[in-house]
């Protein structure tokens, strides 16, 4: 073997592009409001016997919609959608798999785009609980803010998925 | 789209998170309470008994003859105290049947305004001050997040609420029902149409910032 090839790149170059950088702050923003939501729906704010927050504000919100779930689907989405909602948001900030991670949120807003719609085309009047008992950019109340905050979510989770190599990741190459 | 670098990853993302909420559900699900205890039916109107159906009007009266009071304040200040109005036309069965388990009309929750019954208003803050049940009590979701709210605490567990909100298809007196609930109050109702039905009824109502 010549000295040659040690100055060459491996095969799979993992060296991420300019997409991969223009990825990072959506990573970390996208990242840290699904982890930020999914506290908001694990932790109770109240250690009392009575409290709105956490997963029993969660499992209202739920029933609220009105979607027809019998009380084991809700009880299973309650405690499941938050922890789905952690484990993508911690590895889509750590950079593991990150596009695989990515692709999960955009499932998951997908989803929540569609509840929504269906708030609003049934004329129900109920809170979102995207972020747990919190709202930080549009009113309690479901409507169109939600939407168009949904889908900028969306269309940043699919703009990960869709590179190939990202930078500041732990692992580049899943 | 690369499978082993994108599908696979993502469905043991979900496989994980799945897993560890499943785990947490196991953990917690007595925390989690789905619906609400349907209280017993609610009083008839007072001065009015099921059989005979024409009865003429009587004050309240507690069961000892005395004349029921709405408990004051924890700070001696007394409650709005509403005016009897025991004229009330009870309720159709066809109305009764259309409602959920739990949940009263306007003219029942009337009846209970009468019979001195604690009114529970779980909309917001702001919207309370604009418009109320006379001598309605706040207590929306946000205020049970630091604990209950003084009145809550304070009063006797055996009274009748009637919990209302905006009518319609809002959730708030539902939710604040359950809290209620769990807060050790045994017999709570929701006034379906909520304050919009009460006030188109021409009840008594009342605006300002009022107690919590």
Same mark, same amino acid.
């Given at each position: 073997?010549?000295? +040659?090839? +040690?100055?060459?790149?491996?095969?799979g170059?993992?060296?991420?592009?300019?997409?991969?950088?223009?990825?990072?702050?959506?990573?970390?923003?996208l990242?840290?409001?699904?982890?930020?939501?999914?506290?908001?729906?694990?932790?109770?704010?109240?250690?009392?016997?009575? +409290?709105s927050s956490?997963?029993?504000?969660?499992a209202?919100?739920?029933?609220? !919609?009105?979607?027809?779930?019998?009380d084991?689907?809700?009880?299973?989405?309650t405690? +499941?959608?938050?922890?789905?909602?952690?484990?993508?948001?911690?590895?889509?900030?750590?950079?593991?798999?990150?596009?695989?991670?990515?692709?999960?949120?955009?499932?998951?807003?997908?989803?929540?785009?569609?509840?929504l719609?269906?708030?609003?085309?049934?004329d129900?009047?109920?809170?979102?609980?995207?972020?747990g008992?919190?709202?930080? !950019?549009?009113?309690?109340?479901v409507?169109?803010?939600?939407?168009?905050?949904?889908?900028?979510?969306?269309?940043?989770?699919?703009?990960?998925?869709?590179?190939?190599r990202?930078?500041?990741?732990?692992?580049r190459?899943? | 789209m690369?499978?082993?670098?994108?599908?696979?990853?993502?469905?043991?993302?979900?496989?994980?998170?799945?897993?560890?909420?499943?785990?947490?559900?196991?953990?917690?699900n007595?925390?989690?309470?789905?619906?609400?205890?349907?209280?017993?039916?609610?009083?008839?109107?007072?001065?009015?008994?099921?059989?005979?159906?024409?009865?003429?009007?009587?004050?309240?009266?507690?069961?000892?003859? #005395?004349?029921?009071?709405?408990?004051?304040?924890?700070?001696?200040?007394?409650?709005?105290?509403?005016?009897a109005?025991?004229?009330?036309?009870?309720p159709?069965?066809?109305?009764?049947?259309?409602?959920?388990?739990?949940?009263?009309t306007?003219?029942?929750?009337?009846?209970?305004?009468?019979?001195?019954?604690?009114?529970v208003?779980?909309?917001?803050?702001e919207?309370?001050?604009?418009?109320?049940?006379?001598?309605?009590?706040?207590?929306?979701?946000?205020?049970?997040?630091?604990?209950?709210?003084?009145?809550v605490a304070?009063?006797?567990?055996?009274?009748?609420l009637?919990?209302?909100c905006?009518?319609?298809?809002?959730?708030?007196?539902?939710?604040?029902a359950?809290?209620?609930?769990?807060?050790?109050?045994?017999?709570?109702?929701v006034?379906?149409?909520?304050?919009?039905?009460? #006030?188109?009824?021409g009840?008594?109502?009342?605006?300002?910032?009022?107690?919590?």
């Amino acid at each position: 073997m010549s000295r +040659t090839h +040690t100055n060459q790149l491996p095969a799979g170059n993992i060296r991420p592009g300019l997409m991969g950088w223009v990825c990072v702050p959506l990573r970390l923003i996208l990242g840290g409001l699904f982890a930020y939501a999914a506290y908001n729906k694990l932790v109770p704010e109240s250690a009392g016997p009575a +409290t709105s927050s956490g997963p029993q504000g969660f499992a209202w919100t739920i029933e609220a !919609f009105k979607l027809g779930l019998p009380d084991w689907a809700v009880r299973g989405a309650t405690f +499941t959608t938050p922890w789905i909602e952690l484990v993508a948001g911690v590895l889509l900030i750590v950079g593991v798999w990150t596009r695989g991670s990515a692709l999960v949120i955009a499932g998951m807003l997908g989803v929540f785009i569609a509840l929504l719609l269906s708030v609003l085309a049934r004329d129900l009047n109920v809170d979102c609980g995207c972020f747990g008992d919190m709202s930080p !950019f549009c009113p309690d109340k479901v409507g169109w803010c939600h939407i168009v905050q949904d889908v900028a979510m969306l269309a940043a989770a699919v703009m990960i998925v869709a590179t190939r190599r990202h930078a500041l990741a732990l692992c580049r190459r899943c | 789209m690369s499978v082993s670098r994108v599908i696979l990853p993502a469905v043991l993302v979900i496989a994980i998170g799945g897993g560890i909420g499943l785990a947490d559900l196991a953990i917690r699900n007595e925390k989690v309470k789905l619906g609400r205890t349907v209280p017993p039916p609610p009083p008839p109107p007072l001065g009015r008994e099921p059989e005979p159906p024409v009865v003429e009007p009587v004050a309240p009266a507690s069961n000892d003859g #005395k004349p029921v009071e709405k408990p004051a304040m924890p700070d001696g200040e007394p409650t709005v105290q509403p005016k009897a109005d025991p004229a009330v036309t009870p309720p159709t069965p066809k109305a009764v049947a259309s409602l959920p388990p739990g949940h009263i009309t306007i003219e029942q929750g009337k009846a209970l305004f009468d019979q001195n019954s604690i009114f529970v208003d779980a909309r917001k803050s702001e919207v309370y001050a604009e418009g109320h049940v006379a001598g309605a009590f706040r207590a929306d979701m946000a205020s049970f997040k630091s604990g209950d709210p003084r009145w809550v605490a304070n009063f006797p567990k055996d009274l009748t609420l009637v919990v209302y909100c905006s009518g319609g298809d809002c959730d708030e007196s539902e939710h604040v029902a359950q809290l209620l609930e769990a807060s050790g109050f045994k017999t709570i109702y929701v006034m379906h149409d909520g304050f919009p039905g009460w #006030k188109a009824a021409g009840h008594p109502i009342e605006t300002g910032e009022g107690q919590e």
